[in-house]
């Protein structure tokens, strides 16, 4: 995907907001890096290949990704230390290199809200990966897609205590292909972000412009926003949610995954799964990729094969209450309240019950009775 420039003529100068905090210098002595995540990897590499001096990588500390695995380092972390650069997972660390001579920070995708006094000790600069102000905040990548954007972009934005509210230096933007899944699309705005960024640190970070328009909120994605409706929802935007990664649904009152799907033209009525087609509120969607909970991810004709559901056998029973409706009922043995839901696929009463340690959902249909 070909950047396009943002057309910047029509911002206005630059107010005096955030005045107190220091401005980033045209030509860095040195960097403090912050970041964690893939996506931040290859602007730390260009910083280095382009001959900045990197003082210190700040980066999120190891963790386990298995219960009794090594912790495992960040992918900024790993990085850094195959390029030679001092790494730490402390913050307060950045004193010392503003005392060695560092004058600016850098930041992508750190994870966490710079506040005073850092700010007033290191000017900073973020590689933002949105068009601002539309999707400030922690998401943009997955806000944009579910939102079924069709350009989304990169911007080195100044850093002030507000979110994702300070000046651009420079930005580009990019187009959202119609199949693009969120990992492609982070993957792709990494790459020009880290162009745009030693690009900008070539020209000089001079003449900041104010972002214009009306902003837009990027909350953390959370289970809910995956949760696919197919009763409620079209096959288009059930697609969105599954190329964000990690949507889910239930099928027998076990959580099931949906890793890769497509729309098809084919329309089972909402819910009733068909083959290895789901009816939605409009279209079909047909199942590629998938994993229920505690399996590995499969094709989905394979897990299909073993699973043997019936032929309009319902995958997703119930849409979870975001507040809890009456009655409430707790089963002997199990520690948390399960909520009578309302439900147009089961028959007779519906509950919904948090799974017991894993948080999975459990999902009991029975006709003609309630707990006593």
Known sequence: MSPE???SASRNDLSDQGAALPRPPVSPRGI???GSPPEAVAPLRA?????HRVDLVVSAPDRRRRRRGEPT????KAAALELGLKVTDDL?????AVDEGADLGVVVAFGQLLRL???????????????????????PVERALLAGDDRTGVAVMGVEEGLDTGPIYAEVSVPIGPEATAGELRSDLSEHGA???VAALADGLTDPQPQVGESTYASKISGDDLLLRFGDVSAEQLGRQVRVGGAWTTIRGERLKVWEAEEVLATPPPGELHGDVVGTASGGLRLVEVQLAGRARQEAKAFLRGYRPEHGEVTSAIVR????PRPAWRPAGWRSTCWHVSTTTAPGPTWWCPGRWTGAILVMPIAGWSPS
């Open 5 to 7: 420039p943002v057309n």
């Open 32 to 34: 403090v890096y912050l």
């Open 47 to 51: 910083l280095v290949e382009a001959g």
């Open 73 to 76: 380092p960040t992918p900024v």
């Open 92 to 96: 307060a660390d950045v004193e010392s």
């Open 117 to 139: 006094p850092l700010l007033t000790r290191l000017a900073m600069v973020n590689l933002h990966f949105s068009l601002l102000p539309r999707w400030r905040g922690a998401a």
């Open 195 to 197: 162009a745009l960024l």
């Open 321 to 324: 209450p975001r507040v809890p």
